[in-house]
């Protein structure tokens, strides 16, 4: 079975700096990653995607993510942080083939800076 | 596309009572998935269907919890009778081929009960 392990439980940025929020993953194959955002009093919202391919993937609201096969990770990024980023990330994983469920880190809340 | 609808957006209710939550999910979406969030144990999946069939409950936590998918603009998801803690904010997920796509979530149900 997958399983994801988000490392950082709260992570506080200045606006303007950059971020790096880790994933690590842990399946057999080669595996589908996510990254979703969840804004306080909302559901939880795609910001990416990997499923093969070119190994770092863009995103919306200006987020990448790079696929480190050998370290069983998928990183999320963004160079520059603004206040609106300040919620809660999710990273996932599904199996590749038949699965049809994604397993769930279990977040890092992001506080941004003026 | 108004995307996952979910209601009620709260719900307080008295233990011992029952509970239903309602889910509409993207239409043309072939799978449909319920999420339980906590502060404890994060997200997780209590069960999903696929074209209206329930194909895992495995993660439904207790009999008291029930969920039907009668066609395919609708499901519930039933609790019966509530207990305090199953207090929680209850999701509804909707995607096409499975989790491999990633999902749509809605906004989420924020249940209490007291």
């Known amino acids: 079975a997958q399983s994801v392990t988000q490392p950082d439980i709260h992570i506080t940025v200045s606006e303007g700096a950059s971020l790096e929020l880790r994933c690590n993953y842990s399946y057999g194959a080669t595996p589908y990653l996510f990254w979703y955002v969840q804004s306080p009093g909302q559901g939880l919202q795609l910001l990416l995607k990997?499923?093969?391919?070119?190994?770092l993937v863009q995103g919306i609201k200006g987020f990448e993510a790079e696929f480190k096969r050998s370290q069983s990770s998928f990183n999320l990024r963004k160079p520059s942080v603004h206040w609106s980023d300040a919620a809660e990330y999710f990273c996932a994983v599904g199996a590749s083939g038949s699965a049809r469920q994604l397993t769930f880190g279990s977040g890092t809340q992001l506080t941004v800076l003026p | 596309d108004a995307g996952v609808i979910q209601s009620p957006r709260h719900e307080v209710t008295e233990m011992g009572q029952e509970v239903t939550l309602r889910c509409k999910p993207i239409?043309?979406?072939?799978?449909l998935f319920w999420y339980r969030q906590t502060m404890m144990r994060g997200l997780e999946l209590l069960i999903y269907?696929?074209?209206?069939?329930?194909?895992?409950d495995s993660g439904m936590p207790e009999d008291r919890f029930s969920a039907k998918m009668p066609n395919a603009s609708f499901s519930t998801l039933k609790i019966q009778p509530s207990e305090p803690r199953d207090s929680a904010v209850y999701f509804c997920?909707?995607?096409?081929?499975?989790?491999?796509?990633?999902?749509?979530f809605g906004s989420g149900t924020r249940l209490t009960v007291v």
């Open positions: 239409s043309g979406h072939d799978y």
């Open positions: 990997y499923f093969s391919g070119d190994t």
């Open positions: 269907f696929n074209n209206n069939v329930p194909i895992d």
């Open positions: 997920a909707s995607s096409l081929v499975g989790g491999n796509y990633g999902y749509t």
